[in-house]
C-alpha cells in the first residue's frame, strides 16, 4: 500500500516569493510516479507536474519544479515568484505499480499582495 | 484540457435509492478511474478500469460498482444510497500505456447530497 503526507495543512507566502510545499511518501513499489494536483477554490483538480521514479533530475513545469529526494522519499514541490491566481488546495499523489492513484490530505496556500 | 465531462454535476437524493454517476471522454485512454473527495481527506479512489469490461477495487470500494460497456464510458453506481456517501465524486482519465503518457486528468465533479 501506498501513503502520502503532506504535513503543512496550510501555509501564507508573500506575492513574488517562492514557497515549498511538503510531500514525503512511503511505498514498497521499486517504480512509481509522483504527481502534484492544484485546486482551486473553484473545485476542478489541475494537474501541476509528474516525476518518474527513475527520473534522475527533478522535474519542472514553469514556475513548478519537484525536489525529489528518493532516498528520503521526499516530493516537494517548489512554486517560484508566487502570484495571487496561485491560491489554493496543492495535493501530492503517489502512483503505484498497478496504477493506482494515493493522495495526500492537501496543503492550502494563500497568497499575500 | 482533456475531454472528460461527468453527468450529473449536482444531485441530491434521499437515503436508500440507487444512484448512476456518468464520465465521458473523448481521448480514447484506457485508464479511467472514480475518486471521491471528503474534508480531511483528499480524494480517495472507489474503482477504476484499465480497458472495457476490466475494472478493480480502489481503497473505498464497498457500497459502490462500476461498468464500462464503452471505452468513453465509465459509470459508478451506488445501488442503495447512504447519507455516509455524500460527497464530491471525480472521474480521472490515463494515457497510461500510450506514448508519453503519465498524466491523470480529471473530470469537473459531481456533488452529491444523500438525505
Known amino acids: 500500500a501506498q501513503k502520502i503526507t503532506q504535513t503543512q495543512p496550510g501555509m501564507f507566502v508573500q506575492e513574488k516569493e517562492a514557497v515549498t510545499l511538503d510531500c514525503t511518501y512511503d511505498?514498497?513499489?521499486?517504480?512509481?510516479?509522483l504527481f502534484w494536483y492544484k485546486q482551486p477554490s473553484s473545485g476542478e483538480m489541475i494537474f501541476l507536474i509528474y516525476?518518474?521514479?527513475?527520473?534522475?533530475q527533478n522535474a519542472t513545469e514553469g514556475r513548478y519544479s519537484l525536489n525529489f529526494q528518493k532516498a528520503r522519499k521526499s516530493a516537494n514541490l517548489v512554486i517560484s515568484a508566487s502570484q495571487l491566481g496561485d491560491s489554493a488546495m496543492y495535493f501530492c499523489?503517489?502512483?503505484?505499480?498497478?496504477?493506482?492513484?494515493?493522495f495526500g490530505a492537501g496543503t492550502t496556500v494563500t497568497v499575500r499582495a | 484540457d482533456a475531454g472528460i465531462t461527468q453527468s450529473p454535476r449536482h444531485k441530491v437524493t434521499e437515503t436508500g435509492t440507487p444512484v448512476t454517476l456518468r464520465c465521458h471522454q473523448t481521448?480514447?485512454?484506457?485508464?479511467m478511474y472514480w475518486y471521491r473527495q471528503d474534508p480531511g481527506h483528499g480524494l480517495r479512489l472507489i474503482h477504476y478500469?484499465?480497458?472495457?469490461?476490466?475494472?478493480d477495487k480502489g481503497e473505498v470500494s464497498d457500497g459502490y460498482s462500476v461498468s464500462r460497456s464503452k471505452t468513453e464510458d465509465f459509470l459508478l453506481t451506488l445501488e442503495s444510497a447512504t447519507s455516509s456517501q455524500t460527497s464530491v465524486y471525480f472521474c480521472?482519465?490515463?494515457?497510461?500505456?500510450?506514448?508519453?503518457?503519465?498524466?491523470?486528468?480529471f473530470g469537473p465533479g459531481t456533488r452529491l447530497t444523500v438525505l
Open positions: 499523489a503517489i502512483r503505484s505499480n498497478d496504477y493506482k492513484l494515493s
Open positions: 511505498t514498497s513499489d521499486q517504480s512509481y510516479g
Open positions: 516525476q518518474g521514479s527513475y527520473d534522475e
Open positions: 481521448e480514447n485512454h484506457r485508464y
Open positions: 478500469s484499465y480497458g472495457v469490461k476490466d475494472t
Open positions: 480521472a482519465i490515463s494515457p497510461l500505456g500510450e506514448q508519453g503518457g503519465n498524466e491523470q486528468f
